[in-house]
């Protein structure tokens, strides 16, 4: 469980806003960002990863920022973030629906693949500019680990969801105190944590998608598609996964569990490995794992043959295992610098013109 720290106040003032930029860029994902603070920029930021599900706490002054097309097409993690503010509030729209308006005990969904705009706002009875900063708690996590399907994820997203009770406050409870316990976990809980944090972000939103269906029937169903799909996620490393074992575990035929996914225009073995190929299309894209050999990959996602998993992933992803991963790992080290450099130039000039610092950035991403 890796932990990361950044305050500003660790470098000078007149860098502060643009260091601040650039580390949002790392962490996060490219974006274009504003303040009348900019001068003087007091912020801090920590980080926790655990594995792929990255959770963190920031307080920064008040911030707009946005990210467009433009930066999309640049560089996309293709990951969903929850954000929980626990000062302040958030105006946000995403993906062109209407501004909604988020404050402490709510919390905000939306993903890096479609385009959104925040802007940020401390308490509005504060009489310092440190005590009007917003302070919130955030976790993102790749689209592919959730068991939900796009379409019906889609309709949790860019909305206002509730904070203050049942799952909502359970999942936000958790934030918090991933962020601020700092010494109650060790780096062997990070796999669990993470499982956890995966598993209150699905009942979150199985829960207010249930709460919008309409005959109870369609409910369940829809309980019982997640269940088998967190089970089938949860044992991707298993070369005996398949509907037998889904069944049994599950206690319903082989041939409804066909039946549930047939609902989905996919069979179960599709489904299944295209979530295998998705987890090892990442851990071949994640520089940690550079050591790690192609076929020991493939063999940690249920892969037994690697010709077949080679076979597998260059039908789905038009490349071969051993390319992907080249081409993700130069891009890690090379990309990122001609990208800055270039945007930097563009913060300067809109300095110059607007009277602030604004800019893009296509940092390292850590969600590769």
């Known amino acids: 469980m890796r932990e990361t720290v950044f305050w500003t106040d660790d470098v000078p003032a007149r860098e ?30 920590r980080v926790r990863e655990l594995g792929a599900v990255h959770v963190w706490s920031t307080t920064f002054p008040p911030l707009t920022v946005s990210r467009g097309p433009k930066l999309i097409r640049r560089s996309d993690p293709e990951v969903l973030q929850l954000s929980v503010p626990l000062r302040g509030a958030m105006h946000s729209t995403w993906a062109g629906r209407g501004e909604v308006a988020c404050g402490a005990g709510e919390m905000y969904a939306h993903d890096s693949s479609r385009p959104f705009t925040s802007a940020f706002r401390g308490p509005g009875d504060a009489v310092s500019r440190r005590e009007g900063s917003f302070r919130a708690a955030a976790v993102a996590v790749p689209r592919a680990l959730l068991p939900l399907p796009p379409d019906e994820l889609d309709g949790v997203l860019g909305r206002r969801l509730p904070g203050r009770t049942g799952v909502g406050a359970l999942l936000s409870g958790l934030l918090s105190g991933l962020t601020t316990d700092l010494d109650a976990y060790r780096p062997s809980d990070g796999p669990r944590l993470a499982t956890v944090v995966l598993d209150l972000l699905t009942a979150l939103f199985a829960h207010l998608l249930e709460a919008e269906d309409g005959p109870a029937g369609e409910s369940v169903q829809r309980s019982l598609r997640l269940r088998v799909q967190t089970f089938i996620q949860r044992h991707l490393s298993d070369p005996g996964l398949g509907p037998s074992m889904i069944a049994a575990a599950h206690h319903i035929s082989v041939s409804y569990v066909h039946r549930i996914f047939q609902e989905r225009d996919i069979t179960v073995a599709q489904w299944i490995r295209t979530q295998r190929l998705e987890r090892a299309r990442r851990d071949l894209g994640e520089p940690a794992l550079a050591e790690v050999t192609v076929g ?50 563009d913060c300067a000039l809109r300095a110059k013109t607007a009277g602030r610092t604004a800019g893009e950035s296509g940092g390292a991403e850590k969600y590769q």
């Open 296 to 345: 020991e990959i493939a063999s940690r996602w249920g892969f037994g043959d690697p010709a077949t998993f080679s076979r597998a992933f260059r039908a789905r992803y038009g490349v071969a295992p051993r390319d992907h991963r080249s081409e993700s790992l130069r891009r890690g080290r090379d990309g990122a610098g001609d990208l800055v450099d270039a945007l930097s130039s």
């Open 16 to 45: 502060r806003f643009e260091r601040w930029r650039s580390r949002i860029c790392d962490t996060h994902a490219p974006v274009v960002m504003r303040s009348d603070q900019a001068d003087d920029f007091h912020a801090h930021q």
